[in-house]
């Protein structure tokens, strides 16, 4: 793969290089799905926002197979996975305060969800 230069990325985000992967693998989820994010405490770098863990929401939709960009960081392989697009509630998120009307999409691997 050649060096990703800034005048090159637009281009592979189109293409998903290297990241979204053509396996078989059937999805955890649907969309419509009440799922939780898991409360997990890496040492290293995850891609589940601390803001998000432990919180329900809702399957919006799903992107397809990608790289387990969590586990491929740590240098542990590719792990194909689902990633999802998860709606929460913003109350869900930060309490009583937050607007009623609003919603955070966040998308998430298979391992950061469990069915709630």
């Known amino acids: 793969m050649p060096l990703l230069t800034a005048d090159r990325v637009a281009a592979a985000l189109r293409r998903g290089d290297?990241?979204?992967m053509d396996v078989?693998?059937?999805p955890r989820f649907t969309p419509g799905d009440r799922v939780r994010a898991r409360n997990i405490h890496p040492l290293g770098h995850t891609r589940l926002?601390?803001?998000?863990?432990?919180?329900?929401?809702?399957?919006?939709?799903d992107h397809g197979v990608f790289v387990f960009a969590d586990a491929s960081g740590a240098g542990l392989g590719k792990i194909p996975q689902h990633v999802y697009s998860v709606r929460f509630a913003a109350?869900?998120?930060?309490?009583?305060?937050?607007?009623?009307?609003?919603?955070?999409?966040i998308d998430l691997w298979d391992d950061h969800l469990d069915p709630a």
């Open 24 to 26: 078989d693998l059937p």
């Open 91 to 105: 109350r869900e998120l930060w309490g009583p305060e937050a607007s009623a009307r609003d919603s955070i999409y």
């Open 18 to 20: 290297g990241f979204r």
């Open 49 to 61: 926002p601390r803001y998000a863990r432990g919180r329900t929401g809702v399957i919006d939709r």
